[in-house]
């Protein structure tokens, strides 16, 4: 059974930082478009980041300049680093994998909380 899980998340203050991990349980990780989403309080969930099975990057615009996403292919995870945090990053950070060869082999982590205190 196919897992992600999501580790890193927790309290810290405003111009803080974080480093989230998700490592997948999946075969053939490197085949996989992975991503970084969050959702806030009475939000909808919205994309972060991303990061393509060939290595491309693209950020959601609150994320430019301070977020950075990154994948180790060998150790089957994939990282969200966060600087300069404001308090309208707290939230449920998901991980998720889309097959790049099958975009309906989806999977999604549990979520790991960060809140942000100002």
């Known amino acids: 059974q196919v897992q992600l899980v999501e580790s890193g998340g927790g309290l810290v203050q405003a111009g803080g930082s974080l480093r989230l991990s998700c490592t997948a349980s999946?075969?053939?990780?490197?085949?996989?478009?992975m991503a970084w989403y969050r959702q806030a309080p009475g939000k909808q969930r919205e994309l972060v980041a991303v990061?393509?099975?060939?290595?491309?990057?693209n950020y959601a615009d609150a994320a430019k300049g301070r977020f950075t996403i990154s994948r180790d292919n060998g150790r089957n995870t994939v990282y969200l680093q966060m600087n300069s945090l404001k308090p309208e990053d707290t939230g449920v950070y998901y991980c998720?994998?889309?097959?790049?060869?099958?975009?309906?082999?989806?999977?999604w982590g549990q979520g790991t909380q960060v809140t942000v205190s100002s």
């Open positions: 998720n994998a889309v097959n790049s060869w099958f975009s309906k082999v989806e999977y």
């Open positions: 999946v075969n053939v990780f490197s085949a996989y478009n």
């Open positions: 990061i393509a099975s060939g290595g491309h990057t």
